[in-house]
């Protein structure tokens, strides 16, 4: 064997395909054995070659599992089972499939005896492997050599769906980079180096567009492993792409000043972003922002000009209520029964709370978590609510208390309570009179 060449082979396939060296040198044995068994072996034999990269020489060995009368079925056992089933099927190991993995079907040519193997190997254990020498041999036909080459591709892509595998399931919920290689209808196929990555559709942000050898950052939402090989799904609508993209962009969020609470995204329309800093001094929505708006420059760019609203989160349910609802400026935000929040607006501030089609507010409620109704006096005397979902409602309630403050009950509670006063004053009126006479 020409060593040198054999070596620089190793070499490139490991580096080719990332797989350590040592890999390469299992996975050649593991043909050469195979080769070996084809051509000098019999079917249930379990051979292993060493071999020595060095000397370019291969050691060959039979491999026999070590057993004793009780871990073996007996004939009537094995009759009894024929007699039940009609498809015993054998496992490499001896045991029968369907069957309690207790006992096994003992083979001369994979299992020997304790008693048997002790005068071999005098400390050896029920369990464990004795290897027997096999004699070396150079000589492999076309059959064992074309039984070498298929287990040694087998083998590589197996190593490698493992190495690639481990390399990204360890990087999920990471953010890629990756570059278009192909454009079909219900994804995209990115290259994120040595692998595949799928961007589906439904993980796509809406009005993006996709042109090959487009490099683009992904969100490494799961690895899948499949009968073809590892699935990796990405995402570039998923709301963590937002949290990872200022993280590379933040150093204060690296260190632990700045915090990200809670985020809320609508992809490729707006995001909202709550954040809080750890450090007394340290403005954490200056810290998102960047001198001159240089750091949310950067991640709004990359999500093609989405929209992103930074707002501060606040331990106070109402005063984070109201700082969500920015650019809106808010009067007042009442909490009230099961986690609804009455919030009070001016006239001018409407639409901005709102926003388009309900998108403010209904963000503004993802991110606190709060169902946020909207209420705002117009110049007719009535209260225009807004919910979650962008609807409006309007109701005809009373506005000014006796105290000239907002007073948001209905009108026609207000006016049951007082025909309920009328109804009190005028029977006490009536009995008054008859006392009196």
């Given at each position: 064997m020409d060593l040198?060449?054999?070596s620089r082979a190793v070499t490139q396939?490991?580096?080719?395909?990332a797989i350590p060296q040592e890999k390469i040198i299992e996975v050649v044995e593991a043909s050469i054995a195979a080769a070996y068994k084809k051509e000098y072996g019999k079917k249930g034999q379990i051979i292993k070659a060493e071999f020595d990269s060095k000397s370019g020489e291969a050691v060959f060995w039979q491999i026999k599992i070590v057993v004793d009368q009780d871990m073996i079925y007996s004939e009537e056992e094995l009759e009894e089972l024929r007699s039940r089933r009609e498809d015993l099927k054998e496992t490499e190991s001896g045991h029968i499939e369907g069957e309690e993995q207790k006992k096994i079907v003992f083979n001369p040519d994979k299992h020997i005896l304790i008693d048997e193997?002790?005068?071999?190997?005098?400390g050896i254990e029920v369990g464990q492997d004795l290897k027997l020498p096999l004699p070396s041999q150079i000589d492999f036909g076309r059959i064992a050599a074309q039984t070498a080459k298929?287990?040694?591709l087998q083998k590589i892509k197996e190593v490698e769906r493992d190495a690639v595998m481990s390399r990204f399931q360890t990087r999920e919920g990471e953010i890629v980079s990756g570059v278009v290689q192909r454009i079909e209808s219900r994804a995209i196929i990115l290259d994120i180096g040595r692998a595949y990555a799928l961007l589906p559709k439904e993980e796509q942000v809406p009005g993006e567009f996709y042109r090959p050898d487009q490099r683009i950052k992904v969100y490494l939402l799961k690895v899948e492993d499949s009968p073809k090989g590892p699935t990796i799904?990405?995402?570039?609508?998923?709301?963590?792409?937002?949290?990872?993209?200022?993280?590379l962009e933040v150093p204060e969020i690296g260190n632990g000043q700045v915090k990200i609470m809670s985020i809320a995204r609508e992809a490729g329309y707006r995001t909202k972003i709550a954040v809080s800093s750890s450090i007394e001094g340290v403005d954490p929505i200056g810290a998102m922002v960047g001198q001159r708006g240089t750091r949310i420059a950067v991640v709004i760019n990359e999500l093609g000009g989405e929209k992103i609203d930074v707002v501060?989160?606040?331990?106070?349910?109402?005063?984070?209520?109201?700082?969500?609802?920015?650019p809106a400026k808010v009067i007042e935000v009442r909490a009230?029964?099961?986690?609804?929040?009455?919030?009070?607006?001016?006239?001018?501030?409407?639409s901005l709370a709102i926003g388009k089609g309900g998108q403010n507010v209904r963000l503004a409620a993802k991110l606190t978590g709060w169902k946020i109704d909207i209420k705002v006096v117009n110049e007719d005397g009535e209260v225009i609510e807004v919910n979650a979902q962008g609807e409006i409602i309007k109701k005809d309630l009373t506005l000014v208390d006796d105290a000239g403050e907002l007073e948001l009950e209905n009108k026609s509670e207000t006016?049951?309570?007082?025909?309920e006063e009328n109804n009190k004053e005028k029977i006490k009126g009536e009995s008054e009179e008859q006392i009196a006479e």
């Open positions: 040198k060449a054999f396939i490991a580096e080719e395909k193997a002790k005068q071999i190997v005098p298929q287990v040694l799904i990405v995402s570039r609508a998923h709301p963590r792409l937002i949290t990872k993209l200022f993280e501060e989160h606040s331990e106070d349910n109402e005063k984070f209520i109201a700082n969500a609802l920015s009230m029964p099961k986690n609804v929040a009455l919030v009070i607006v001016p006239k001018d501030q409407l006016e049951e309570e007082s025909l």
